[in-house]
């Protein structure tokens, strides 16, 4: 199953490279960027790491971590990650980040939709849940938009920025996402 291409309407998702790394630390990196995510701005070498990381998790077998990179479509240049983890029982989370410029453009709806894309339709799994901060709002209407349903509180889930948070999970089932076909 290797390399993940999965086009979309705007966007593709293609398998990272080494030259992604500058182009996710732009994301990474940016306080903007990592102000609701699970931890804080990383610097060059960390990102490096994640990009290294994500190669080696591609030629895995079996592969369990699909970390992704976003493209516009027609466009090679990564404007944003995305990565969906496979878990037992045909489950799996997904979670993604894009670079502040591309914001407000509907790409994390699309985002989404194609990582749900490739979790029911190439993967065959049953149900994919992700999480989110309580206060990112944005990521909340994404993930409403394509199906997923708000299905509970992470107390003190993660600790970022100095302090812990919560998480909101969001999960769709396959026979929803089928519907929604």
Known sequence: MNPISIEGQQLALRELREDD??????IYGSEQATEHLSFEPRDREAV??????????????????????VTLEGNAEL?????????????????????????????????????????????????I????????????????????????????HVFTHGAWRDSITHVILEGEWRRSE
């Open 21 to 26: 790394a500058e182009a996710l630390h732009a």
């Open 48 to 69: 490096a790491g994640i990009v290294l990381g994500g190669i080696a998790d591609a030629n895995r077998e079996p592969r369990t971590v699909y970390a992704l990179a």
């Open 79 to 127: 404007m944003g990650y995305a990565r969906l983890a496979v878990e037992p029982h045909r489950a799996g989370q997904i979670g993604f980040a894009l670079n502040p410029s591309a914001w407000g453009r509907s790409y994390g709806t699309e985002t989404v939709r194609l990582l749900l894309r490739l979790g029911f339709d190439v993967l065959g799994l049953h149900r």
């Open 129 to 156: 849940w992700g999480a989110r901060s309580p206060k990112n709002t944005a990521s909340a209407a994404v993930m409403s938009r394509n199906g997923m349903v708000e299905e509970g509180r992470i107390r003190d």
